[in-house]
């Protein structure tokens, strides 16, 4: 069977000498990102501070326009920060959580560094976390979720994708659920954005951050947030700088907030990362994402078959609805075998409780995961994994 997204496979140099599928972490570069670089170097080597004003200050909403027509969104409604940690603060702290409505509802299985900020925020802005667990560490108990929404929440602070197994969260009907509680609904996409379709007008969402690192192939230091452009209008961002004012280099002594996607703005944009951040969705673009998603369950499909024929135990969804990108399982001495992977140049990340995870995208070939996992079973059978017992593991 010809694959059509195969062509895209020379817009990455790095599939050249190796297999890749740890896209979930860090997806490939494009080969076009050196010359972005490189004209980003030349414009302040030869434009200095004029730079700012033929381009560099516009770029945090430019790029996010490059980000806009994966997620449903309009021009001028897609701000870029550095973090989505920081993305996800900037939301907190733009709510009140007073008149009863003091909660913020997460689950156990969020990104524990949106955890942290929310946990580090609430005690000073005079909110409450409420966390509904995991049973199993796969999945989240939707009903108990919509449960713990009622007239007491301010917000419900998810993921679309979970990051350990890849579940994919029925988004819409838990916003559903928190609109008729008058709750807002701040959804953390980082894991679906680039490889499966995301549409914040039918998700029914009031805000989205998400990043370029992954499945988006914009390297480090590219996220993005949007906010429904009627509750954008009616918030006001404590976390904030200069770029976010209305007249910033009037340099007023009090802060007026600017409209759309420059109210989310902080200080001085890291203007590097943008340079390298839209090469990847543009080609993303250009494929297609209903393409790149039924490719996608495709290959996780072929995965789960090959590590169910070994017996392998799989953290991952089985309905295709409810998986994401990513295939985990758990090989026997999992953390050696994936330093033996990474040693012949097959490229795949290890996480405790999880095992191996393997995460094709849209320029894998299907013999790449067959091979993939033969070099598994020869890695266990030759006691190849046992080199690197003592081995300081390589972070992914």
């Known amino acids: 069977m010809t694959d059509p997204l195969l062509r895209f496979r020379a817009e990455f140099p790095i599939l050249a000498s190796t297999t890749y599928l740890v896209s979930n972490s860090l997806g490939a570069m494009p080969r076009r990102v050196p010359e972005r670089l490189a004209e980003y170097a030349e414009r302040w080597a030869t434009r200095g501070v004029r730079a700012w004003a033929e381009g560099w200050w516009s770029m945090p909403v430019s790029a996010g326009d490059e980000i806009a027509p994966l997620i449903g969104a309009g021009a001028g409604e897609v701000a870029m920060v550095p973090t989505v940690t920081q993305a996800q603060a900037q939301i907190f702290s733009a709510l009140d959580y007073g008149d009863g409505r003091d909660t913020i509802v997460m689950t156990e299985l969020d990104f524990p560094s949106v955890r942290y900020v929310y946990d580090q925020l609430a005690s000073r802005l005079g909110a409450r976390i409420v966390v509904v667990p995991s049973e199993d560490g796969v999945h989240v108990d939707e009903e108990r979720l919509i449960a713990a929404i009622d007239e007491r929440t301010r917000l419900v602070a998810i993921s679309h994708v979970l990051f350990r197994s890849a579940y994919v969260m029925d988004v819409a009907r838990i916003a559903a659920h928190a609109r008729a509680m008058g709750a807002l609904v701040s959804l953390d996409a980082y894991h679906s954005v680039g490889v499966l379709p995301v549409d914040v007008g039918a998700l029914g969402i009031d805000f989205l951050t998400g990043g370029v690192l992954k499945w988006l192939c914009g390297g480090p230091g590219g996220c993005f947030l949007w906010a429904r452009p009627?509750?954008?209008?009616?918030?006001?961002?404590?976390?904030?700088?200069?770029?976010?004012?209305?007249?910033?280099?009037?340099?007023?002594?009090?802060?007026?907030y600017a409209d759309a996607a420059w109210r989310w703005l902080g200080g001085t944009p890291v203007i590097p990362a943008l340079f390298a951040a839209t090469e990847g969705p543009r080609l993303l673009r250009e494929a297609g994402i209903d393409a790149v998603?039924?490719?996608?369950?495709?290959?996780?499909?072929?995965?789960?078959?090959?590590?169910?024929?070994?017996?392998?135990?799989?953290?991952?969804a089985r309905d295709p609805a409810r998986r994401g990108g990513?295939?985990?399982?758990?090989?026997?001495?999992?953390?050696?075998?994936?330093?033996?992977?990474?040693?012949?140049?097959?490229?795949?990340?290890?996480?405790?409780?999880?095992?191996?995870?393997?995460?094709?995208?849209?320029?894998?070939?299907?013999?790449?995961?067959?091979?993939?996992?033969?070099?598994?079973?020869?890695?266990?059978?030759?006691?190849?994994?046992?080199?690197?017992t003592h081995a300081t593991p390589v972070v992914t």
């Open 230 to 256: 009627e509750v954008s209008a009616s918030v006001v961002p404590a976390l904030t700088g200069w770029q976010a004012h209305r007249h910033p280099f009037a340099f007023a002594p009090e802060m007026e």
């Open 293 to 316: 998603r039924a490719k996608s369950l495709r290959q996780t499909e072929r995965l789960i078959a090959l590590a169910d024929a070994r017996g392998f135990p799989l953290a991952v």
């Open 326 to 388: 990513t295939v985990a399982f758990d090989v026997p001495h999992a953390r050696e075998v994936a330093q033996a992977l990474l040693a012949r140049d097959i490229i795949v990340d290890y996480r405790p409780g999880a095992g191996i995870r393997v995460a094709p995208h849209f320029y894998t070939s299907d013999d790449e995961l067959e091979s993939a996992v033969r070099a598994i079973d020869e890695i266990l059978a030759k006691g190849e994994w046992k080199k690197y």
